[in-house]
């Protein structure tokens, strides 16, 4: 089972931008994809972006041109560099490869 744990998030002003990392246990990263997700207070969780193991992206339309999602397999990472941050954009991000999902972190974006 790999263990995750994110880390990043914090409080931003909107038009402010934030790197937020997951950090993957085992030595099999590479050759899985992985998700980034988020739940904002009283709403569904939601998939953000997503990378393959061979670095294909998608995102969701709320965030396209905004986030970008990439890896580095030599230190079993994946990040999530968020920029134009929105209010709407407020929730606990979590990342998931396979089955696991790490503990989260938390995003603010407020003024």
């Known amino acids: 089972q790999v263990q995750l744990v994110e880390s990043g998030g914090g409080l931003v002003q909107p038009g402010g931008s934030l790197r937020l990392s997951c950090a993957a246990s085992?030595?099999?990263?590479?050759?899985?994809?992985m998700g980034w997700y988020r739940q904002a207070p009283g709403q569904q969780r939601e998939l953000v972006a997503g990378?393959?193991?061979?670095?294909?992206?998608n995102y969701a339309d709320s965030v396209k041109g905004r986030f970008t999602v990439s890896r580095d397999d030599a230190k079993n990472t994946a990040y999530l560099q968020m920029n134009s941050l929105k209010p709407e954009d407020t929730a606990v991000y979590c990342c998931?490869?396979?089955?696991?999902w790490g503990q989260g972190t938390p995003v603010t974006v407020s003024s």
């Open positions: 998931k490869v396979l089955g696991s």
């Open positions: 085992g030595t099999f990263f590479s050759i899985y994809g």
């Open positions: 990378i393959t193991s061979r670095g294909i992206t």
